[in-house]
């Protein structure tokens, strides 16, 4: 049984260009999670999706960011128009059920925007 | 505002003892906690959880307290080995601060084992 994937592990764009960060989950888990860690910091959350639906992006910032979890396919991280404040380590979590479970990780993207 | 704190960015202790590590929240919605393991380069890996019904979780070297009425918690290791040389996050869930399940983590303590 895979763990949760996470593709690229490394991924550098320019200012101004667009990142795409795939997450697929854990085989049989149907929650997706994404979280951020930048220098220095603790992982901050991002947004929660489940199969087709976001359930949760108030750890979203509000412009260039979205987040996606098709029915069929991993889960996307989009960040478009890239700055340098976004570098950072984007985490994907995945877990079977809602409530008091652990979340299994990912490898994580490391982003460099240069 | 962080809803959950670690205080200690970095601990070392010697190979043998006991590690302590400790980690406070603000949030009384809070009903689960977890403990993280983090390699450089790697993603966390869980470690040990409590839920807010007990006090006390052992597993193995690791041992989890919790004291609700102080909202904090820690994280004993014993005896430490060289391997546990890793970043600890302390996460919180059932709260509104990392959205509807999602975990709400601390800065993370860096545990520095040494021989």
């Known amino acids: 049984n895979a763990g949760v994937m996470q593709n690229p592990r490394h991924l550098v764009r320019r200012r101004g260009q667009e990142a795409r960060l795939r997450c697929s989950p854990m085989?049989?888990?149907?929650?997706v999670y994404w979280y951020r860690q930048l220098p220095e910091e603790g992982l901050k959350f991002m947004v929660y999706?489940?199969?087709?639906?976001?359930?949760?992006e108030s750890g979203m910032p509000k412009e260039r960011f979205s987040a996606e979890f098709p029915k069929e396919g991993p889960s996307i991280l989009r960040i478009q128009q890239v700055v340098r404040g976004d570098s950072a380590a984007y985490f994907c979590?995945?877990?079977?059920?809602?409530?008091?479970?652990?979340?299994?990780f990912g490898q994580g993207t490391r982003l460099t925007v240069v | 505002d962080q809803q959950v704190k670690q205080n200690s960015p970095s601990l070392s202790v010697q190979e043998g003892r006991i590690s302590i590590l400790n980690c406070d929240y603000t949030?009384?919605?809070?009903?689960?906690f977890l403990w993280y393991k983090k390699y450089p380069a790697e993603g966390p890996t869980f470690l040990i959880s409590?839920?807010?019904?007990?006090d006390k979780n052992e597993d193995g070297r690791f041992t989890v307290f919790l004291n609700k009425s102080a909202k904090h918690l820690s994280l004993h290791i014993v005896p430490s080995q060289p391997g546990d040389s890793a970043v600890y996050f302390c996460?919180?869930?059932?709260?509104?601060?990392?959205?509807?399940?999602?975990?709400?983590f601390g800065k993370g303590t860096h545990l520095i084992i040494q021989p």
């Open positions: 949030n009384s919605m809070f009903d689960y």
């Open positions: 979590a995945s877990s079977p059920r809602t409530g008091n479970t652990e979340a299994f």
């Open positions: 996460a919180a869930t059932g709260g509104t601060g990392g959205g509807a399940d999602g975990l709400t």
């Open positions: 999706l489940q199969k087709e639906n976001i359930i949760d």
């Open positions: 409590i839920s807010s019904i007990k």
């Open positions: 085989k049989g888990h149907s929650h």
